[in-house]
């Protein structure tokens, strides 16, 4: 298996009222998570980083997924759902932030002179992917059984639908507040419902039009998030005053820079007078599709 195959990509939720196809689709991104697993264990796979990035993003996905019908769930199993897929990108955290912030690092240091740059990608911490991915295995099978195990026969297509208004609408009062400044809650929040949106509107088939401006817009959120966590590591770090004060500058222009580019995305997305009816109308093409 080369590292360009290992994305995972979902399967479509059709406009089913029983709930069936939810599961299946469900299924469906559990076991491509855990046959990408698989084919490191037998050694076909050996991008380890990759790995990590894409099983965290399928949580991502499931997580998004979940929100969309989580009218229709009861109070419990949306609970369980949310958790068990929490634990598991929260278990893969700490390592994908190392390999993140190297990245991160390795691209800023590149304007700033040799010794300071080594200096300071020294005291990051080495990454080793490997043991977490076998704890990440078994959440995949218990995440699998529990879909197995629960009830989805309440949802019904209105769920959805409801389901949706609610992440834009979510997404939309992040954006409005992290425009005012950027501040870093707000801006986590905007990022986190703009890929919730986007990955909802993946599994409903919606996404064409969309992406085109919600994945530059959490591509740029994404690497603000980065430097954040970054900033964040090495303000505890023992730094040469001058390498502190270099990297400091470097953060601080990057993180304007993408700013700037994210609030005209921001413009665009949110852009509809009638947010309510811009929901509706995709509804409506999901139902038709189906």
Not at 8 to 14: D, L, R
Request: glycine share 6%.
């Amino acid at each position: 298996m080369s590292s360009g195959g290992i994305k995972s990509t979902p399967c479509p939720v059709v406009a089913d009222a029983t709930g069936l196809a939810l599961v299946v689709s469900a299924l469906d991104l559990v076991r491509q998570g855990d046959d990408r697993l698989e084919a490191v264990f037998s050694g076909r796979e050996q991008d380890l980083e990759e790995v990590v990035h894409q099983a965290r993003v399928d949580m991502k996905r499931l997580r998004a997924l979940w929100y969309l019908v989580q009218s229709g769930l009861s109070a419990q199993d949306s609970e369980r759902l949310q958790l068990t897929c929490r634990e598991l990108a929260q278990g893969l955290g700490n390592t994908r932030d190392q390999q993140v912030m190297r990245a991160t690092l390795t691209h800023l240091v590149k304007s700033l002179p040799v010794e300071q740059g080594q200096s300071l990608l020294a005291v990051l911490p080495p990454t080793s992917p490997a043991p977490v991915l076998k704890e990440t295995r078994q959440h995949y099978r218990l995440l699998e059984r529990m879909l197995h195990d629960m009830t989805f026969s309440c949802l019904k297509r209105e769920h959805v639908h409801q389901g949706l208004r609610l992440s834009f609408s979510k997404a939309e009062r992040w954006y409005r507040r992290a425009r005012q400044g950027d501040e870093m809650e707000a801006l986590h929040r905007w990022r986190k419902w703009s890929k919730v949106v986007l990955y909802q509107l993946e599994w409903l088939q919606l996404a064409p039009r969309w992406s085109r401006v919600l994945k530059p817009l959490g591509s740029c959120l994404g690497d603000i998030h980065d430097l954040d966590v970054l900033a964040e590591y090495m303000h505890q770090a023992d730094l040469d005053a001058d390498a502190r004060q270099s990297l400091e500058v470097a953060l601080s222009q990057a993180r304007q820079q993408l700013f700037e580019q994210a609030l005209p995305l921001g413009r665009t997305a949110y852009a509809a007078k009638s947010p309510a009816r811009r929901c509706r109308r995709l509804y409506r093409r999901w139902l038709s599709a189906g």
